[in-house]
């Protein structure tokens, strides 16, 4: 006789399964911390590094913190606008705002630069009735960034003079790609609010279906084109506080070469796959300014130094959270010019 041997249950193959994507899961969040910190060490010389910190000095530090804060105001400020756009009722004030976003970006230090956004979206969820929306003016506030830095990278890029390894219409296409992209999930919601089919369609789909299906677009065109112009502005800010490190840190690299790179390597470090991008972000400052005649350490001191820029606004997040843990700041603090 054959003996009968019983065949695994479904539910100890759903847990295999389970226990296999923790794994591999792990071993994806491990390589990602790993691989970049084991890079960064292979391009660490002592005495280059030492050399390049030398040629950076206080002043382009100074004047980098500085861009960046200009960009976080700018940012509270576009917040702010997109917040009251998508009928927000008792809109934070400004500095309220921009409080929320330095705890935000404190939270941004763990990878992916996701747990920042959804902390500052909670933070204010107060300002509107259904729980959805105040997710959704986070993503268009990322996605209005995301398409401001495209259009501005692809503008920079263009010229015969750009030593680009690969075909100059890959690479801008593939950023009109990513602009337009951004542009269609920042068109989305008036697409879902003007179509009662697609709107019927999403109510029918399980878990956050009936949410998107409520979802409206924004109201006041110039409203948004001010946010639109915002973004570009705190992109330039970003882009300028790379080029003014890189600058200083390698004097032999073309200047302008450098400033007309800059917008392409925020885009490149849009979303950091690392805490705080390390390795990442001074990977791609290596590879993507040695086309302006930039020494490979001195880019990578230089990735390291606006990494330094961000720590001081972290921990100003940091001490915000604390300070209201304490109660030193009392909310809600809403602009009753909002209401």
């Given amino acids: 006789m054959i003996p009968y041997e019983p065949s695994a249950s479904p539910d100890s193959s759903v847990r295999g399964r389970g226990y296999f994507s923790q794994v591999a899961r792990l071993v994806l969040r491990g390589a990602l911390l790993v691989v970049p910190a084991v890079w960064l060490a292979g391009k660490l010389h002592p005495v280059a590094l030492i050399g390049a910190m030398g040629q950076l000095g206080f002043v382009p530090l100074v004047s980098s913190l500085a861009l960046v804060l200009?960009?976080?105001?700018?940012?509270?400020?576009?917040?702010?606008?997109?917040?009251?756009?998508?009928?927000?009722?008792?809109?934070?004030?400004?500095?309220?705002?921009?409080?929320?976003?330095?705890?935000?970006?404190?939270?941004?230090?763990?990878?992916?630069?996701?747990?920042?956004?959804?902390?500052?979206?909670?933070?204010?969820?107060?300002?509107?009735?259904?729980?959805?929306?105040?997710?959704?003016?986070?993503?268009?506030?990322?996605?209005?960034?995301?398409?401001?830095?495209?259009?501005?990278?692809?503008?920079?890029?263009?010229?015969?003079?750009?030593?680009?390894?690969?075909?100059?219409?890959?690479?801008?296409?593939?950023?009109?790609f990513t602009a337009t992209a951004a542009l269609g999930g920042l068109l989305a919601p008036a697409v879902i609010e003007r179509s009662a089919a697609l709107r019927r369609i999403l109510q029918r789909l399980p878990g956050a279906g009936a949410q998107l299906a409520a979802l409206r677009a924004p109201h006041g065109k110039m409203t948004i084109v001010t946010a639109g112009a915002l973004s570009l502005c705190t992109q330039i800010c970003v882009a300028l506080a790379c080029a003014v490190l890189v600058i200083y840190?390698?004097?032999?690299?073309?200047?302008?070469?450098?400033?007309?790179?800059?917008?392409?390597?925020?885009?490149?470090?849009?979303?950091?796959?690392?805490?705080?991008?390390?390795?990442?972000?001074?990977?791609?400052?290596?590879?993507?300014?040695?086309?302006?005649?930039?020494?490979?350490?001195?880019?990578?001191?230089?990735?390291?130094?606006?990494?330094?820029?961000?720590?001081?606004?972290?921990?100003?997040?940091?001490?915000?959270?604390?300070?209201?843990?304490?109660?030193?700041?009392?909310?809600?603090?809403?602009?009753?010019?909002?209401?």
């Fill in 70 to 176: 200009l960009c976080f105001a700018a940012g509270a400020l576009r917040w702010q606008i997109l917040l009251r756009a998508y009928g927000g009722v008792g809109v934070p004030r400004f500095g309220v705002l921009l409080r929320h976003l330095l705890v935000g970006f404190y939270f941004n230090l763990l990878p992916g630069s996701v747990a920042g956004e959804a902390v500052r979206a909670h933070r204010v969820r107060k300002v509107f009735a259904d729980g959805a929306t105040t997710y959704l003016v986070v993503l268009a506030d990322r996605l209005m960034g995301l398409a401001g830095l495209a259009a501005l990278a692809a503008l920079t890029l263009c010229g015969a003079d750009l030593p680009i390894r690969l075909p100059r219409a890959v690479v801008v296409l593939g950023i009109l």
């Fill in 249 to 339: 840190a390698a004097p032999v690299a073309d200047p302008v070469m450098v400033i007309r790179l800059a917008p392409f390597v925020v885009l490149l470090t849009f979303i950091p796959l690392t805490p705080g991008g390390f390795g990442q972000r001074e990977a791609v400052f290596a590879a993507t300014f040695a086309l302006a005649g930039a020494p490979e350490d001195a880019s990578v001191v230089a990735g390291l130094a606006l990494f330094a820029v961000g720590l001081p606004i972290a921990l100003a997040g940091a001490a915000c959270l604390a300070l209201e843990r304490l109660g030193v700041f009392v909310e809600p603090a809403f602009d009753s010019s909002s209401k």
